[in-house]
Nanobody, 119 residues
Framework: QVQLVESGGGLVQAGGGLRLSCAAS????????MGWYRQAPGKQRELVAI???????NYADFVKGRFTISRDNAKNMVYLQMRGLKPEDTAVYYC?????????????WGQGTQVTVSS
């Protein structure tokens, strides 16, 4: 069991930036993937960014060029650097860890951190 705790959310003006952090209670070195998702009011949770193994990253089209995900296995941390924030980026941002193996799903979520972007 891995616990994930997000931090770094808050209120920011459009065009500004925030850095979200996700602290894992245990080692993330064996995680297949670490990711950030978000959920806006009345909408489904959606993928924002993901880092697979240690070096492959993928981003949702709506954040490409603005957000950067990084993973520090030594510190058991995952970060999401957000720049050029827009009001439509307002959402609760969740950290996700996937330790699944064949026949053994193991996906963990944090409780989320609120990001509010004012226009």
């Amino acid at each position: 069991q891995v616990q994930l705790v997000e931090s770094g959310g808050g209120l920011v003006q459009a065009g500004g930036g925030l850095r979200l952090s996700c602290a894992a209670s245990g080692s993330i070195s064996s995680a297949n993937a670490m990711g950030w998702y978000r959920q806006a009011p009345g909408k489904q949770r959606e993928l924002v960014a993901i880092v697979i193994n240690d070096d492959y990253t993928n981003y949702a089209d709506f954040v490409k060029g603005r957000f950067t995900i990084s993973r520090d296995n030594a510190k058991n941390m995952v970060y999401l650097q957000m720049r050029g924030l827009k009001p439509e980026d307002t959402a609760v941002y969740y950290c996700n860890a996937d330790f699944s193996r064949v026949g053994r799903p193991a996906v963990y979520w944090g409780q989320g951190t609120q990001v509010t972007v004012s226009s």
